[in-house]
């Protein structure tokens, strides 16, 4: 986030609604002050109860103030972007993995789209767009989705290479955030269930007690809401997925195939 700051320390609050209330969604605007910018954030505030606005411009003062919300969602302006997008955006995401990120702008090229989406950001949206469309990409992003055009994903897939890198991103952007909702012990354990392995195999590989490695098995059924490891392992590969319900998706493709061949 260092990287939002502005060479000026002259720095502008435009707008701050303070701390989110419990169970809101905190998003964090950072633009230039223009009429601009004040509408996007007019708008966002406009989609519903549960956002909460702190809208700045890049400063100094920005980091300070991005800390202070601790925001889920990050609206920045294409105008603040600095070259090398992919370096700019990166860093972000390292400080901030589990930051979702939408830019907005106006004259918004494809081919700059494309490096955007490659870079990490999870959507986009025009200046012009209303607050109907705003909310409807803040409600994909908030969600695990990515808020882009078709014909900027249809790129992706005609390069088989770009949309693995693509996806093998957001795979690794949610085990984060899974790891993050884990013990280090559990999350020791997980990955060992996920090899397979028998609870006296993972006791030696984590250097655990049978008693202790089931002790925490039991608080990993429990946090996943499953019964035994092979119900975990999928509920792992769900949370993980870019995909809603992986698992889902597999048993119904599987049972498809079985219903084609009867």
Same mark, same amino acid.
């Given at each position: ?75 920045? #302006? ?126 030696? #590989? ?48 599987? #049972? ?7």
């Amino acid at each position: 986030m260092n990287n939002l700051r502005a060479s000026s320390s002259d720095v502008t609050n435009i707008h701050f609604n303070g701390a989110a209330s419990e169970g809101k969604i905190r998003i964090f605007v950072v633009g230039h002050k223009d009429f601009s910018i004040d509408s996007m954030a007019r708008m966002v505030e406009a989609t519903g109860d549960n956002y909460t606005v702190s809208c700045v411009e890049p400063g100094d003062a920005c980091m300070a103030r991005f800390v202070a919300t601790e925001p889920d969602v990050l609206m920045i #302006q294409n105008e603040v972007l600095k070259e090398p997008l992919e370096r700019f955006i990166h860093g972000i995401m390292h400080d901030y993995p589990n930051i979702r990120i939408l830019v907005f702008g106006k004259d918004m090229d494809d081919e700059h789209l494309y490096r955007l989406v490659r870079a990490g950001v999870h959507g986009y949206i025009n200046e012009r767009m209303s607050g109907e469309h705003i909310q409807r990409a803040l409600d994909a992003v908030v969600n695990g989705r990515n808020w882009i055009e078709r014909h900027i994903m249809e790129r992706f897939i005609s390069t088989r290479h770009e949309l693995d890198e693509v996806l093998e991103n957001q795979f690794y952007e949610k085990i984060e955030q899974l790891c993050n909702s884990l013990t280090k012990r559990e999350t020791e354990i997980l990955c060992e269930v996920v090899k397979g392995l028998a609870i006296k195999q993972i006791a030696e #590989q984590v250097h655990l007690s049978h008693q202790g490695v089931k002790m925490h098995l039991a608080k990993l059924f429990k946090k996943f809401n499953v019964a035994n490891r092979n119900q975990l392992i999928l509920a792992a590969f769900d949370e993980i997925s870019p995909v809603e319900e992986l698992s889902m998706l597999l048993r119904n493709g599987l #049972q498809r195939s079985l219903d084609n061949n009867n």
